[in-house]
């Protein structure tokens, strides 16, 4: 299969669900390959760590598709988008990011431990009130949405009444993300936009007439203070970007994440005993199935990523999940395993865009996994779990399990052939 074919198929239905396969088809024609005219995709490891860290790049504004959509230019999920910081390159981006920077400090991250345990531990005992009589449960619905939303709204200022509305404005929102968008997905994104972006301007008005400990009044106050700092749009776009990326990526995360667990009952054991090993295994799961598998970068001058010519204006697709199985950095890259040394997955990216929330990310999740494992021992797939029909954002739609131990109507997913083996270390094996 030739490098454009990979592609076609991976930007399919069914690659858009299980991309690795394209992925590795992909790899079979360099860690750098062009697909199209001026247009170049990055499946390995090293190639995209230095894209990311690179400054002769740039985040582009531009879409990635060779179809061009219908009214992007003057869609409100697209200005949402590039007049964020997720899209701004130096000067503004530098300036934007320091302002909200302040509420992601490793000393602020770890004070929210406590406020992350207790929203986390209240969902795992509804959890278990729930499923007590076998029930089949959702994570997603009952524990991987409203975490990370919890945790997100306290910290933007959002009062819990309003925060159910929130779930489905930023997953219609995010599909803006996407490196190739369809006229009707565009037009689903820009409802999303608005809506979140006519929230934001209510709340921004309500900041303004009481200020509360939060990082809206944080950003209004910035915007109000010192004309240049943050305008108004960019203001409003940033407060949008914030909510999306704070809870779609840990949502991602925390599902993803669940399943490998599941489907590595020894592993997941080990982690029920020994809730320290938190860390080496959340390493482990953004890389093993990424939350975010997709990013971009245009070059600004000539380059050679991974040793392949690129012209100044050439854009770069980086598959971040392709990079996190690249066998030149990772031995075995298809098998999970939390003891894998120097492990540095790509998944919250590199360079100035490094993923601000990604501390805030690895701690929800460190202090989830051992939590429902230990609270609900009896935790089991209760079917295969479906993925959404989304590349950049990789997650589950709906993930079923069941809580009560007791239970015999339980299924027996597979583990993928792609994840199997012997694992290394202590609590190893396979489902």
Partial sequence: MDAADAMAYLFSPQGRVDPYPAYERLRAHGPVVEIAPGLYVATGYAAIDEVLRDPRYEVTH???????????????AVASLTGSMLRANPPDHGRM????????????????RDVVTAQATALVAEMARRGRDGATLDVMDEFAYPLPIGVICALLGVPEADREAFRGWTVDFAAVLEPEISDAELAVADRGAVALRDYFRDLVEARRRAPADDLTTALVQAHDAEAGRLTGDELLANLVILLAAGFETTTNLLGNGLVVLLRHPRHAAALRDDPALAGEYVEELLRIDSPVQVTSRKATVPVTPGGV??????????LLGAGNRD????AEPSRFDPTRPHNQPLSFGGGPHYCLGAALARLEAQVAFPLLLRELPGLALAGEPRHRTRLTLRGYATLPVTVDADQHHRV??????????????AGSGTP
Avoid at 413 to 418: L, M, Q, S
């Fill in 62 to 76: 531009e879409e990635l598709t060779q179809h061009p959509v219908a009214g992007w230019a003057e869609s409100p």
């Fill in 97 to 112: 990011r320091q302002l909200v920077a302040g509420a992601f400090t490793p000393r602020r991250v770890a004070a929210m």
């Fill in 309 to 318: 010519p690129v012209p100044a204006g050439g854009r770069v697709l980086l």
């Fill in 327 to 330: 066998p030149e950095r990772f």
């Fill in 412 to 425: 027996v997913v597979p583990v993928p052939a792609g994840e199997r083996g012997t694992p290394t270390g």
